[in-house]
T-cell receptor, first 113, second 114 residues
Framework: GENVEQHPSTLSVQEGDSAVIKCTYSDSASNYFPWYKQELGKGPQLIIDIRSNVGEKKDQRIAVTLNKTAKHFSLHITETQPEDSAVYFCAASGTSGTYKYIFGTGTRLKVLA | DVKVTQSSRYLVKRTGEKVFLECVQDMDHENMFWYRQDPGLGLRLIYFSYDVKMKEKGDIPEGYSVSREKKERFSLILESASTNQTSMYLC?????????????FGQGTRLTVV
């Protein structure tokens, strides 16, 4: 079945360093890949997304890359700050014609001051 | 400011009770979703709805049902709550899947079944 694997499950970085979270998806028909940030006590919030016709997208300190051949996509956060500490989820759109998002299991990022 | 609002942040219910979780969105979205979130398992889809009165089972529908009588409201029903349904429940909505659009989430309902 459709599956999204996310690594690592936890990640600790020093403030100012970069953080990278990687996801692999199984459904070759997936064409939309959002990333969500979930802060403590809140619902997930979309932070960046990428569509299958694009290889990379940047928004200030965050960027996402997509390798459709390998079915990999990654979130890159540069110059990390303590407020970046949260759980991050990747997702992939389900099989074309459905409305489902398949989520990864999440990465808990801790930025150490 | 777009909003997905879940009626309760915290709920405590007894085993065997019928439980209603309510979700309302103000963005005129066609699609609405119910997920449950458990540590180490991420977000798992329970049910989704792509139109009023339309619904489809997600990955873990057992023990749950849903109702969508109006476009803005999507209810999750636990017919007879059990302790293994203790979890965080998240509602989300998104635009029509003519393009897969981003989903907006509510703040979550933490349900404890005792």
């Amino acid at each position: 079945g459709e599956n999204v694997e996310q690594h690592p499950s936890t990640l600790s970085v020093q403030e100012g360093d970069s953080a990278v979270i990687k996801c692999t998806y199984s459904d070759s028909a997936s064409n939309y890949f959002p990333w969500y940030k979930q802060e403590l006590g809140k619902g997930p919030q979309l932070i960046i997304d990428i569509r299958s016709n694009v290889g990379e997208k940047k928004d200030q300190r965050i960027a996402v890359t997509l390798n459709k051949t390998a079915k990999h996509f990654s979130l890159h956060i540069t110059e990390t700050q303590p407020e970046d500490s949260a759980v991050y989820f990747c997702a992939a759109s389900g099989t074309s014609g459905t409305y489902k998002y398949i989520f990864g299991t999440g990465t808990r990022l801790k930025v150490l001051a | 400011d777009v909003k997905v609002t879940q009626s309760s942040r915290y709920l405590v219910k007894r085993t065997g009770e019928k439980v209603f979780l309510e979700c309302v969105q103000d963005m005129d979205h066609e699609n609405m979703f119910w997920y449950r979130q458990d540590p180490g398992l991420g977000l798992r889809l329970i049910y989704f709805s792509y139109d009023v009165k339309m619904k489809e089972k997600g990955d873990i529908p057992e023990g749950y049902s849903v109702s969508r009588e109006k476009k803005e409201r999507f209810s999750l029903i636990l017919e007879s709550a059990s302790t293994n349904q203790t979890s965080m429940y998240l509602c989300a909505s998104s635009f029509s899947a003519s393009r897969a659009g981003d989903a907006f989430f509510g703040q979550g309902t933490r349900l404890t079944v005792v």
